[in-house]
């Protein structure tokens, strides 16, 4: 079980973020220019608070060691494919939420290893294992931003194709990751069973106050309504697959 995780998570992983890149356009990246004050304020949110708020979290809850890696890794990842499907379900600023997940999927290169090293020093000292910052960010390189640019790039120049495959690819991508998260829950029943009201509490704690705290400070930066609902669904909706 554990060998099928290792070989779909990664494969889940890509396709999930490739799908995200056939339904992006160079004038998408152009919004940040256009939209600095949004932009500006979800990078605050996504870069600054989110790994604040994870920590302070832990520190409530008392996690230690791993549980607290895991919970810092979580909130180093960027906002996933999901919070754009939430953004456009509930009519808010679609174009916002797809410019600021695929930014912080390619920005991630450098954030995740950054703050994954901080974890595995601060909360598991010279107990926790070595990590390489070259290689975690071309690992993460090569699961976000290189499949985010080759959809892109394939959006770019055949758009007859990417109109085609792009549905599909979405369901499958959908599919891939549910079996795998299925798969990691039932190869480690007997540990998600022990720990499931602790750190459920915890991780709902978590969404709860990057959500709500991400709204409020888009909204006291004078972000309006939908940019601030967007941008709290972008602070509060990881990618789990990533992390």
């Known amino acids: 079980m554990d060998v099928i995780i290792a070989l779909l998570l990664p494969l889940a992983v890509v396709v999930i973020m490739f799908s995200l890149g056939l339904g992006l356009t160079f004038a998408d990246f152009r919004r940040i220019v256009e939209r600095p004050r949004a932009f500006c304020i979800g990078a605050l949110n996504q870069i600054l608070l989110l790994p604040v708020i994870a920590y302070f979290v832990i520190l409530i809850f008392g996690f230690t060691a791993e549980t607290a890696v895991g919970f810092m890794i979580l909130a180093a990842c960027p906002g996933g494919a999901v919070s754009n499907v939430i953004t456009k379900l509930a009519d808010w600023d679609v174009a916002l939420s797809v410019t600021l997940t695929a930014s ?12 994954l090293s901080f974890a595995l020093s601060h909360f598991m000292g010279t107990g926790g294992p070595e990590i390489a910052i070259a290689s975690t960010a071309l690992t993460t390189f090569l699961l976000t931003a290189l499949p985010i640019a080759l959809g892109v790039i394939l959006g770019r120049f055949a758009p007859t194709v990417t109109a085609r495959i792009a549905p599909g690819l979405s369901k499958i991508a959908v599919v891939l990751f549910a079996g795998v998260i299925a798969a990691a829950i039932l190869s480690n029943w007997a540990v998600v069973s022990a720990n499931i009201a602790r750190l459920g509490a915890g991780l709902f704690a978590l969404v709860a106050a990057l959500s709500l705290i991400g709204f409020a400070v888009s909204q006291g930066l004078r972000s309006s309504p939908a940019e601030a609902k967007t941008i709290a669904v972008e602070t509060g909706v990881q990618n789990g697959a990533l992390a």
């Open 104 to 115: 912080f999927s390619l920005t991630c290169v450098v954030t995740v290893p950054i703050i």
